[in-house]
């Protein structure tokens, strides 16, 4: 079975030490790329071996993607575009397979739509493949700590749509008008002060509008809460 063999959550956080430490390496972590592309999965596999993720396999398309997880039970699958197949497919395969695998998925940006489908079919993190080798590194270091991550750039076609009205989703809807309001401006990139000022109340009801949505989301921090929004169908 998979689960005897591949990473836990354990092995994750062994790696992590607190914030105030220096960023520490991920050595001894392992991971598969999966990109249709050559140039794109060797970038990719750079980017990760810099971090001292040991790269245990590479594939152009889904089902040699899936052979490679069979065969290397690694920690962490970061897929892109796979050839003759959709990405949520393949998160989803991969997921269901092997349930703890950490899966960070490259967007492409014409399909910037589709990040709802990416993180309901399992994704961790969500980035657009025009993410620069920082971007990725620091969305490996917050996947490894047990965080979700949305990246900016794969919000654009969801910023400045709406969420849906309160008597669509129905009276069973967990947040408040005024969080959802809230969650709109953090999905947008406001910081507190900014959110505050659009809606003309205090940094501390911002500070309190937020605690609650966390709550209610499940969520850890600022792009844990609009990742689980997107999931759920709170915004878009």
Do not use: C
Request: hydrophobic share 45%; glycine share 8%.
């Amino acid at each position: 079975m998979f689960a005897s063999t591949a990473f836990t959550l354990d092995r994750w956080e062994q790696r992590m030490s607190s914030a105030s430490s220096p960023p520490p390496t991920l050595a001894g972590l392992t991971a598969v790329v999966v990109d249709e592309w050559a140039l794109y999965r060797q970038g990719v596999a750079s980017v990760l071996r810099n971090l001292g993720i040991e790269v245990v396999g590479e594939a152009a398309g889904a089902s040699d993607g899936m052979l490679r997880l069979w065969s290397a039970r690694p920690d962490l699958l970061v897929a892109g575009s796979p050839a003759h197949s959709r990405l949520p497919e393949l998160v989803a395969e991969a997921k269901k397979a092997y349930p703890e695998l950490r899966v960070l998925a490259l967007l492409p940006v014409s399909e910037a739509g589709k990040v709802r489908p990416v993180l309901s079919s399992g994704a961790d993190a969500v980035l657009t493949r025009l993410a620069s080798p920082e971007e990725l590194e620091s969305a490996v270091r917050k996947v490894a700590a047990g965080e979700r991550v949305v990246a900016a750039a794969a919000l654009t076609v969801l910023v400045g749509t709406p969420t849906k009205r309160a008597d669509e989703l129905g009276s069973t809807h967990p947040l408040t008008v005024k969080e959802r309001e809230v969650l709109d401006l953090l999905a947008k990139g406001l910081s507190n002060r900014e959110i505050a000022g659009t809606l003309v109340v205090s940094t501390a009801t911002v500070k309190s509008h937020l605690a609650h949505i966390y709550e209610k989301l499940g969520a850890k921090n600022r792009q844990d809460a609009v990742g689980r929004a997107i999931e759920q169908g709170f915004l878009g």
